[in-house]
């Protein structure tokens, strides 16, 4: 089955110090990958995707991921922190032809000033 | 161009209620999906639905239901509400939910059940 393991629950960065989110997935297909942020009692935000191609892909506000098969790794990085980025990050796999996300368990970021 | 709209944002309901959840997907979305927070299962999904026919549905019981409209809005039901049925109800459109997919999501639905 599909799966989505985020093994950090909870990470604490100081500001202007780079930030890399785990990410690990299971699925026996081709992933599409992505990465949401949710801050407190909101929806969530996509920062970017990974469909096929280039590895490294670029999102919003700054944020980057590296997609790496070998390693069934989707792991997000930005260089510098900002305040404004605590929130809780979501990892997710789209199971293809069953339109749906599946979810990693998320993880809290926390920066410090 | 607007977002999607969920209502209401907050509810609250006794244990035995039923409860109606809207929303209404970005202009020239087909396809909505609707997902479950919670604290201890994190985000699960419920069902999907496009042009009007569930085409997936999650793990969850019968007391949960949906529907879309030719519009579509969608609705999701929940029947005889329980306590663990309190979380935050997340709505995604996307424009077909077709392969390569990019799902946006409402804000949600804050149900407390007491």
């Known amino acids: 089955a599909q799966s989505v393991t985020q093994p950090d629950i909870h990470i604490t960065v100081s500001e202007g110090a780079s930030l890399e989110l785990r990410c690990n997935y299971s699925y026996g297909a081709t992933p599409y990958l992505f990465w949401y942020v949710q801050s407190p009692g909101q929806g969530l935000q996509l920062l970017l995707k990974y469909f096929s191609g280039d590895t490294l892909v670029q999102g919003i506000k700054g944020f980057e991921a590296e997609f790496k098969r070998s390693q069934s790794s989707f792991n997000l990085r930005k260089p510098s922190v900002h305040w404004s980025d605590a929130a809780e990050y979501f990892c997710?796999?789209?199971?293809?032809?069953?339109?749906?996300?599946?979810f990693g368990t998320g993880t809290r970021l926390l920066v410090s000033p | 161009k607007a977002g999607v709209t969920q209502t209401p944002r907050y509810l609250i309901k006794t244990r035995g209620q039923q409860v109606t959840l809207s929303c209404s997907p970005i202009s020239g979305h087909r396809s909505v999906s609707w997902y479950q927070q919670t604290p201890g299962q994190g985000l699960q999904f419920l069902f999907e639905y496009f042009s009007e026919t569930q085409r997936n549905k999650g793990n969850f019981p019968g007391r949960f239901s949906g529907r879309q409209f030719s519009n579509s809005r969608s609705e999701m039901n929940v029947s005889t509400l329980e306590l663990g049925d309190s979380a935050l109800y997340l709505c995604?459109?996307?424009?077909?939910?077709?392969?390569?997919?990019?799902?946006?999501f409402g804000q949600g639905t804050r149900l407390t059940v007491v």
């Open positions: 997710a796999v789209e199971v293809t032809g069953f339109q749906k996300l599946v």
């Open positions: 995604a459109s996307s424009v077909d939910g077709q392969g390569v997919t990019e799902a946006f």
